[in-house]
Nanobody, 124 residues
Framework: QVQLVESGGGLVQAGGSLRLSCAASGRTFSNYAMGWFRQAPGKEREFVAATSRRGVSTYYADSVKGRFTISRDNAKNTVYLQMNSLKPEDTAVYYC?????????????????WGQGTQVTVSS
């Protein structure tokens, strides 16, 4: 089992920045690719960003490319999502997730472990 706890969400004005953190415990963190997903009210959960086990490979949704950066610190068992130039359409509950895939994955079904989510609200 892998336990994931997100933090860092909040209310920010458009154009602002937030950094989300996801602390992992349980099994060896570096054995898992990590991803961030988000879900807005009335919408399906969608992929945001992913990083490979050692952080060498990253992948982003087109909607956040150039604005968001995913990173991980395996020594601290933590994955981060730096979000800059935030837009009102970025408002959602953000979830981190862990996957046993090699490389990165955008597929929700490949992620076996999920955090409880953290709310991000961007005001216009």
């Amino acid at each position: 089992q892998v336990q994931l706890v997100e933090s860092g969400g909040g209310l920010v004005q458009a154009g602002g920045s937030l950094r989300l953190s996801c602390a992992a415990s349980g099994r060896t963190f570096s054995n898992y690719a990590m991803g961030w997903f988000r879900q807005a009210p009335g919408k399906e959960r969608e992929f945001v960003a992913a990083t490979s086990r050692r952080g060498v490979s990253t992948y982003y949704a087109d909607s956040v490319k150039g604005r968001f950066t995913i990173s991980r610190d395996n020594a601290k068992n933590t994955v981060y999502l730096q979000m800059n130039s935030l837009k009102p359409e970025d408002t959602a509950v953000y979830y981190c997730a862990a996957s046993g895939v090699v490389g990165t994955s955008t597929d929700l079904s490949s992620y076996a472990y999920w955090g409880q989510g953290t709310q991000v609200t961007v005001s216009s």
